[in-house]
């Protein structure tokens, strides 16, 4: 069943709306040899049922027309589903300009068929080293929106501190977080991101990383992680969640249960990446465990023991899982529908050979934007191709994305926007658009598009170094 939708356009000033008098716009634009009509309203026609929250492979396909030859003086939006809508209104919204006075639209004619390249485009932030408030999460998603981004990857604990609330282990924001009154997301406000989130068209994939990066988990549960040991007896300190204790298997398929009850993406993120074996190695349970099981000295296979029954747990959950690329590196044996997400090394390596056993890959090793260099760096995340690897056309389809990521060892909420704007809008313009590349083409589009992001209040640094933004009063 069609539904039909109308969207009336007003002209701008300084960010006001206002009507402006037929008449008067009459006398200046017909000196326009250019002029063809006017654009009062878009029209928008959703072609299917109206799904509810966004997935991977979801339909982001959509046309748009404006002033076609069998649409005279008319914008005409269509889709399969609202997320291609979503993607296609914010595609009309960026083809449109300000005059020379700052006080009237413009618009060229238009046919565009538009579709990503790849269905998972999304941008990692860690809200364990630096806590972010609320209204700069959800800034976030408006920029993210503003770059046909669509998974919001949500490290939301580490070692450094433990912000998120759970209803069947209270202890571990109390004890976990920086403060547990004002440094913590509570259920409610998790809600408030998913669903902020949804009407974007954006999928919100939670990360709990283990075994290791949980030294703040140990706060809220004791017994949870492995002690570590000076000779014969312990030296206080701990480290990675104790793999050889069922009470550490209870304890996950609990906490997991409650997270994939809250977060209703399919996919969560179970981390696997470096794991610090030498506090397992000092510890006398563990090697007994080991020789027990014919593992003496090989760590790596203690991990797996680990990984698989997380993964399991996942599973049982009906939940499918992310893992960090040790995992994989490391030789654990996995599910053939367990996704690899690539952080380090030579990537064209590593996707060669995690497509080529058959599991799902998604990019990030390109994609760090805590890597600072001087000057406009986007350059660097905009040669990035997933594709770029040595591999069958088979393999090439299992590369489902990537990821930007904000590691927030130096950014607060002060610094978050700057540093990641115009930056990760790089590499989601590589994980929709074709790879063809004109650097003078994009220098100019990437230009407008930060104006276009400040103009919105999405604070994001200049793209190529001197110059200004029209209509912009800070």
Known sequence: MKRYYRVVLQTLDRGIQKRTSRRAADKRWRKDSRFKAYLDSLEIQLMAPCEVLPYLHMDEHYELRINSPDLPGAALLTSQSVWGILR???????????DETGTALKVNSSAIMDFPRY???????????????????LQMLDAMEANKMNVFHWHIVDDNSFPYESAAFPQLSKKGAYNPRTHVYTRIQIRLVIEYARLRGIRVLPEFDSPGHTQSWGLGLPGLLTPCYSGSKPDGTYGPVDPIQETSYKFLQKFLAEAVELFP???????????????????????????????????SKLEEIYIQRLVNTASNLSASSLVWQEVFDNGVILPQDTVVHIWKGDMQKELAKVTAEGHPALVSQCWYLDHLESGGDWHKFYRCDPDNFNGTEAQKRLVMGGEACMWSEFVDASNLSPRVWPRAAAAAERLWSTVEVDFDEVDRRMEEHVCRLNRRGIRAQPANGPGYCPYIFY
């Open 88 to 98: 296609g209104m914010e595609t009309f919204t960026q083809l449109l300009w300000l």
């Open 119 to 137: 269905p998972h485009r999304g941008l990692l932030l860690d809200t364990s080293r630096h806590f972010f408030p609320l209204p700069a999460i």
């Open 265 to 299: 993406e399919k996919y969560i993120h179970l981390g696997g990446d470096e794991v610090d074996f030498d506090c397992w190695a000092s510890n006398s349970d563990i090697l007994r465990f080991m020789e027990s099981h014919n593992i003496t000295g090989d760590f």
